[in-house]
């Protein structure tokens, strides 16, 4: 079993920055794919960003790419997901995801 909390998001303005942490717990050798996942209001759940444990590998869907960098600690079981040049549509609650594990989710607001 892995627990996973994720940490800071916030209220920021459009073309401000937030960083969202999430921490793994529990089995985190099991962990090898872990995602950021964001759901707005009257949406359907939607994945943001994804990197591959060992390699490194990123992936990003086509409305954050070159604005969020996805990144990750191996020694802190810890991923993160930097995003800038931030804009209203990027609010929702941002979830962590490896396998059929996910988060509590944190709040990113970004204000027009």
């Known amino acids: 079993q892995v627990q996973l909390v994720e940490s800071g998001g916030g209220l920021v303005q459009a073309g401000g920055s937030l960083r969202l942490s999430c921490a793994a717990s529990?089995?985190?050798?099991?962990?090898?794919?872990m995602g950021w996942f964001r759901q707005a209001p009257g949406k359907e759940r939607e994945l943001v960003a994804a990197?591959?444990?060992?390699?490194?590998?990123?992936a990003y869907a086509d409305s954050v790419k070159g604005r969020f960098i996805i990144s990750r600690d191996n020694a802190k079981n810890t991923v993160y997901l930097q995003m800038n040049s931030l804009k209203p549509e990027d609010t929702a609650v941002y979830y962590c995801?490896?396998?059929?594990?996910w988060g509590r989710g944190t709040q990113v607001t970004v204000s027009s």
């Open positions: 529990g089995r985190t050798f099991s962990l090898y794919r």
């Open positions: 995801n490896v396998g059929l594990a």
């Open positions: 990197i591959r444990w060992g390699g490194g590998n990123t």
